[in-house]
C-alpha cells in the first residue's frame, strides 16, 4: 500500500470513561490549557533540564510564568549549551504547546491502513497492550516482538522490552547515520567518537569537513567552537558537491564527485606519506601498520584521484600540504551521517587513518581524551537473567562480521513474510521515530506493518506511523517528565538532569510512567525502576548528591582532569595490537580490505541526477516541521539544482516539480532552487518535509519527502549500514492539480 498525502486518521465516537470528540487526532482549536506563550517574555520561576528537540542533549533554563513556559535559553553551567542555544532549542515551547499534540490513548477500530481510532482510557489502552504481547510471546516467543526508538526518554522502555525477553532494540539512527563512522573509530583506534563527538574543534588550526554540513546539521556544541576557532584565526577545508554553509567560510572549497571521497583520502594520504609530511613520532609510538599502508597508497596518486573525484591534482597536492601543515592542530572530521554508499566503513576508517598520520588522536586541535562523571547505577530489585536470542538483523546469506547493534532496517525486513532470517519479528513498539521517514525503503517498511501482529506506537505527535498502530499512547514531552541522568564522556565530566518544568498537558504520560505500568500488567515489576524520583535521588547519593540539589542546579560537573597528550595523558587504545591499527587485522580475518579500497561508484541513468539529503539548522529531521516557531522559519524544502543544468531543463527559481526516482516513486510538488552552488550532476533536498499525515496541520503536505525517494540501498558489508546515496532521480514539471492538492 503507498503512503498518499490524503492519509489521514480519524477518531470515532469515544468509549465509556473517555470524553467523545467529533474533531480529527491533534484538533487545530487549542484547548484551554494549549497557550502559545511569547517566547520573549521573561517567567517569574526559572527550571533547569535539558534539551531533546534534537540528541544533543544541551542544558535549558527554562522560563516560567503563571505555569506556562514562556522561553528557554542555555544553561551557561552546562558543558554543551555554555549559554548559548541553536534555534531548535530556542523553539521547544512550540512542541509542548503544538495543538496537534497526541492528547489520549486511542484504541485501532478498522483494519489497520484505514486510520480508524476510538480515545480511550489508559488503562484500557495498556490493558489491550498487555493482552496482545502476552499473545505473541506464547505463539511466537518474546523475541518476536521489537522496539524501535530514538530519543534519551526510550531507556524506560528499553528495560520493559528486555524485561519481557527481547533484546531486539534497534534505533534507525545507528544504520543510517553513525554506525559506520563508530566501527571504523573502533577497528583504528579501538574506541568510538561517541555522541557528543570528542573532537577538539575550538583549539583547532584547520578543521577539514568532508560531506559533514556543520552549521547546518546544527550541533550546538561543535557551531560555538568553529565560531571560536575561526575568529582565531582558525582555516576550513570544504569537500562537498553542494556550496554549503561551511563553504563560504572555507579557505578551500572542493565541490567533490559523490561517492569519490575514498580515492581523495587515499591521494591525501599519498602527498602526505611520500613527502614525509605526517608525524613520524607519533606513529612511530603509537601506531602499527604503517609500512602496509605506505605500500597501498603508493599508486593513489593526485592524478589518480584526479580522475575519480574531479578535482584538480595541483589542488589535491595543496589541500593536502596544508592540512598537514597545522598537525596535530588539524581534524578531519568525522561526521555524523556518514552511511551513503555501502563502503562507508570503509571511508571512516580513511578518516581515522588520515587523522592517525596527522597525529591528531589525544592532542589539542584534534580528538581529546574524554573523561566521565561516574554516577553508578542502581539495580532493579531482579537481574534480567534471560537468554536473549540474537537479532535477525539481515538475511542469513548476508552476515556482517562487526554488527554493533541491532539494524532497524534488519528488524524491519525480518517483519516481513518469506524472509529468508532465523526466525520473524510478529510485533513492534515504536518509540519516538517516525519510521516512514526514518527507514529507507518505505515500501517494505509498509509491507511490514500491514503483517504484523501488533504494533503500538509511543510518541508525542501524529507522526505517519501512529496512523499504522493499533494502539497509540500520547507520551508526554521533555519539558513535562523526567528522564535518566545524563553523564557522557566529556571534555570535563559531569552529570545532568532532565525534569519536568510544567506538569502534563492533556492525557499525556512520561515514558516512565508507562514503562511501569505497562510492567504491571505483564508481572515485571521486579524488573523495572519504579518511582523515578526516588531512583535518581539513589543514584545521586551514590557521589555524595541528591535529587534536590540536582534539580536546582541542573548539572554538576566533575573534577577537571587531563583530556590531551599535552597535558601529561598517555592514550591508550582498546585494539588487539593496544596501537592504532592503520592496518586491521581484524579486517583482514573477518574476509574483508584491511586497509581503505576505492570502488568508483556507479554511474546515474541518462537523464538523471545523484540524489544527496541532509539537514537545516532550524530543523531535526521530520520531528520539527510542525513546530509552529520552527516551522515558521522554513516552511518547506527546495530542491537544489544547478543553474546551468536548470536552464537546459527549462527550469527557473521557484518553479514546482515533482522529483521521480529511477524506479519511478515519486515525491513532491516541491520549488526548485537554482544556483551555481552545486555540481551539474546532483541535486539536493533538505530532510523531513512532505509529510502525509493531515494530522500533522501545519506541515501536511509542504514540500517533498525524500524518503520516498530511497528506494534502494547499498548494505555495508562491515556493520550493516545503509547507503541511501545511490539512488538518482529526474525532475519532471508538476501539473497544476499536483501543486494545489
Not at 379 to 402: C, G, N, Q, T, Y
Request: glycine share 10%; hydrophobic share 40%; with cysteine.
Amino acid at each position: 500500500m503507498a503512503i498518499g498525502r490524503r492519509t489521514f486518521i480519524k477518531i470515532v465516537g469515544a468509549s465509556a470513561g473517555a470524553t467523545a470528540v467529533g474533531v480529527g487526532l491533534g484538533s487545530r482549536l487549542l484547548a484551554s490549557n494549549d497557550y502559545v506563550p511569547d517566547p520573549g517574555t521573561d517567567g517569574d520561576e526559572v527550571i533547569p533540564t535539558f534539551c531533546e528537540i534534537c540528541f544533543w542533549k544541551c542544558g535549558v533554563l527554562a522560563h516560567k510564568k503563571d505555569g506556562r513556559i514562556t522561553k528557554i535559553v542555555g544553561n551557561p553551567a552546562h558543558p554543551l549549551s555554555r549559554g548559548r542555544l541553536c534555534p531548535r532549542g530556542t523553539g521547544g515551547t512550540g512542541l509542548l504547546y503544538d495543538p496537534d499534540r497526541l492528547k489520549r490513548p486511542l484504541i485501532r477500530k478498522e483494519a489497520r491502513g484505514k486510520q480508524v481510532f476510538e480515545e480511550v482510557s489508559w488503562d484500557e489502552a495498556l490493558d489491550h497492550i498487555a493482552a496482545k504481547l502476552k499473545e505473541v510471546a506464547a505463539k511466537h516467543g518474546p523475541e518476536s516482538v521489537a522496539l524501535f526508538n530514538h530519543g534519551y526518554g526510550a531507556s524506560w522502555i528499553k528495560a520493559l522490552v528486555q524485561a519481557y525477553g527481547s533484546d531486539n532494540v534497534g534505533a534507525p539512527s545507528y544504520a543510517q547515520c553513525r554506525g559506520s563512522r563508530e566501527k571504523a573509530f573502533e577497528l583504528t583506534y579501538g574506541s568510538a567518537v561517541g555522541s557528543p563527538e570528542v573532537l577538539d574543534i575550538e583549539n583547532t588550526r584547520v578543521l577539514t569537513l568532508i560531506g559533514s554540513h556543520l552549521g547546518e546539521n546544527m550541533h550546538n556544541t561543535q557551531v560555538q567552537e568553529l565560531a571560536d576557532a575561526i575568529g582565531a584565526g582558525a582555516e576550513l577545508v570544504v569537500v562537498d558537491p553542494r556550496f554549503s554553509t561551511a563553504a563560504g567560510k572555507a579557505r578551500y572549497w572542493l565541490p567533490i564527485r559523490p561517492g569519490t571521497d575514498i580515492a581523495l583520502l587515499l591521494a591525501w594520504m599519498h602527498v602526505i606519506v611520500k613527502e614525509r609530511l605526517y608525524d613520524r613520532d607519533y606513529v612511530a609510538k603509537y601506531a602499527v601498520g604503517f609500512e602496509e599502508l605506505e605500500k597501498h597508497v603508493a599508486d593513489k596518486t593526485p592524478e589518480w584521484a584526479s580522475v575519480e573525484t574531479g578535482i584538480a591534482p595541483e589542488l589535491i597536492v595543496e589541500t593536502a600540504r596544508f592540512i598537514a601543515g597545522a598537525r596535530p592542530a588539524s581534524l578531519v572530521h568525522p561526521g555524523r551521517r556518514s552511511n551513503w554508499y555501502g563502503d562507508d566503513t570503509q571511508r571512516g576508517r580513511s578518516v581515522a587513518i588520515l587523522n592517525a598520520l596527522l597525529g591528531s588522536w589525544g592532542r589539542k586541535g584534534g580528538f581529546f581524551l574524554p573523561t566521565s562523571y561516574a554516577v553508578p547505577k542502581v539495580p532493579a530489585s531482579k537481574k534480567i537473567e534471560h537468554h536473549f536470542k540474537e537479532p535477525p538483523d539481515a538475511p542469513l546469506d548476508r552476515p556482517v562480521p562487526f554488527l554493533g547493534e541491532a539494524l532497524a532496517h534488519g528488524l524491519r525486513d525480518a517483519s516481513i513474510p518469506g524472509a529468508n532470517v532465523a526466525y520473524p519479528i510478529k510485533a513492534w513498539i515504536v518509540y519516538g521515530t517516525n519510521l516512514l521517514q526514518a527507514l529507507p525503503e518505505p515500501e517494505k517498511t509498509v509491507k511490514a506493518l500491514e503483517a504484523l501482529d501488533f504494533v503500538v506506537a509511543i510518541d508525542v505527535l501524529p507522526a505517519e506511523i501512529t496512523g499504522w498502530a493499533d494502539v497509540v499512547l500520547p507520551e508526554a514531552t521533555y519539558l513535562e517528565r523526567f528522564d535518566d541522568l545524563h553523564a557522557p564522556p566529556w571534555k570535563r565530566g559531569y552529570v545532568a538532569i532532565r525534569q519536568p518544568v510544567v506538569p502534563p498537558l492533556h492525557d499525556s504520560k512520561p515514558g516512565s510512567w508507562i514503562a511501569w505500568e505497562l510492567g504491571k500488567r505483564l508481572g515485571l515489576t521486579d524488573y523495572l525502576q519504579g518511582d523515578v524520583e526516588s531512583y535518581l535521588d539513589a543514584r545521586l547519593k551514590k557521589i555524595g548528591s541528591s535529587l534536590t540539589e540536582l534539580k536546582a542546579r541542573g548539572v554538576l560537573l566533575a573534577k577537571r582532569e587531563p583530556t590531551f597528550i599535552e597535558e601529561g595523558l598517555e592514550p591508550t587504545f582498546a585494539t588487539p595490537s593496544g596501537k592504532i591499527e592503520l592496518f586491521s587485522k581484524q579486517l583482514e580475518d573477518a574476509g574483508l580490505p584491511p586497509l581503505p579500497q576505492y570502488t568508483p561508484p556507479a554511474p546515474a541513468p541518462a537523464g538523471h541526477f545523484r540524489l544527496l539529503v541532509g539537514r537545516a539548522p532550524m530543523h531535526t529531521f521530520g520531528r520539527t516541521t510542525n513546530n509552529p516557531f520552527l516551522g515558521r522559519v522554513m516552511r518547506e524544502n527546495v530542491v537544489w539544482l544547478n543553474a546551468k543544468r536548470a536552464r537546459e531543463l527549462g527550469f527557473e527559481t521557484g518553479d514546482d516539480v515533482v522529483v521521480v526516482n529511477q524506479d519511478g516513486a515519486k515525491a513532491g510538488p516541491i520549488k526548485v532552487r537554482a544556483t551555481e552552488g552545486i555540481r551539474p550532476d546532483c541535486v539536493y533536498m533538505v530532510h523531513g518535509f512532505g509529510h502525509a499525515s493531515k494530522e500533522l496541520h501545519f506541515a501536511f503536505s509542504r514540500g517533498a519527502d525524500d524518503s520516498q525517494l530511497v528506494t534502494r540501498v547499498a548494505i555495508d558489508p562491515v556493520m550493516g549500514g545503509t547507503g541511501i546515496n545511490v539512488n538518482f532521480v529526474r525532475l519532471e514539471r508538476a501539473a497544476a492539480s499536483e501543486v494545489s492538492a
